[in-house]
């Protein structure tokens, strides 16, 4: 059998070392907590109160957190230790420990401990997909087994052509070789960039669509993660100071994102998937 790129033991210890830090991700700049508001959006429009939704990849909470407030009961999981720890810590400080039905150590491509159709739907946003490489097959297999007929799989991925927008400068550092290598496959690893030090597949929203579409999911949501305000960074502590003006450009990101011109210009892709009923 031909050898993985996915390395478990790799993304286990990168957030194990990572952290805390984790926690801040989304709240750190104004631009971030427009990604948290359009992620979060993508969860008010498709959760129901009493869902039982099994997050996979929930590191430190923040999505647990607005799954709580939407009223859901959440499996709590992630390869992670050290994240599931600070989970736990996080609900508990925060107060949403009790929509938490419990907390465990897993990887995306195993969910063997759960039933069958034992989840209303299955939450995994901040990269689990991404993490496991030529592994997305039998874990995006492994979700729609544990999703009941009906339930819905939100996904959260790398975006390829939004990370080199973001990043634009510090990709212009590799070779020309290494970023036709890494635009060719989407691949982000030592084998295609010797300096890389993340290592997770790139998708573009074509890509990830036509994915989800050959595992019989019916394909409801396709995002951007941000797209208007992506490289506005500059201006962010301005607008958010203004009350009127954020809640306008949250909703416009929300919008905006959606559309077929925007869909790879944020750092994540956020897709929806309904397994058939
Ligand atoms: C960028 S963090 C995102 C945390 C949270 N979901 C969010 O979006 O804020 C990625 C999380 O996914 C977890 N993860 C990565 N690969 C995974 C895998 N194969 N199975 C389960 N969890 C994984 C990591 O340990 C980490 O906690």
Redesign the pocket.
């Known amino acids: 059998m031909e050898k993985s790129l ?1 390395s ?1 033991e790799w ?2 210890s ?3 070392e ?1 952290a805390g830090q ?1 926690w801040d ?2 709240v750190r700049t104004p631009a971030r907590e427009i990604q948290l508001a359009v ?1 979060a959006n993508a969860l008010t429009t498709f959760t129901r109160e009493g869902d039982r939704v099994l ?9 647990t957190q607005i799954l709580a407030q939407l009223g859901a009961t959440i499996v709590v ?4 230790q050290v ?1 599931l720890d600070l989970n736990r810590e996080n609900a508990t400080t925060y107060g949403f420990a009790g929509h938490v039905a419990e907390w465990r150590k ?4 195993d969910l063997s401990f759960y039933a069958s159709e034992s989840f209303d739907s299955v ?6 997909l ?3 490489f030529d ?1 997305r097959d039998q ?1 995006i297999e492994e979700c729609k087994r544990v999703t009941k007929p009906g339930g819905f799989i939100a996904l ?1 991925v790398m975006s390829l052509w939004g990370t080199v927008h973001q990043y634009l400068e510090g990709v212009l550092g590799y070779t020309p070789e290494e970023n036709a290598r890494i635009i060719a496959t989407g691949d982000l690893t030592s084998e295609n960039a010797k300096f890389a030090s993340h290592f997770c597949h790139l998708f573009h929203s074509g890509e990830l669509k036509q994915f989800l579409e050959n595992h019989d999911l019916e394909v409801t949501f396709v995002s951007a993660s941000s797209g208007l305000s992506a490289v506005h960074a500059s201006v962010l502590d301005a607008v958010r100071t203004d009350e009127l003006k954020w809640k306008q450009l949250v909703a416009m990101e929300i919008q905006a994102c959606q559309t077929t011109g925007y869909l790879d210009a944020g750092t994540h892709l956020i897709a929806v998937g309904h397994k058939p009923s």
């Open positions: 996915y478990a993304v286990e990168y957030y194990d990572f984790e991700r989304l992620h997050e996979v990849g929930a590191g430190p909470g923040r999505f999981t992630d390869i992670s994240q897993l990887d995306i491509c939450v995994a946003f901040g990269g689990p991404s993490y496991v592994r874990a959260g």
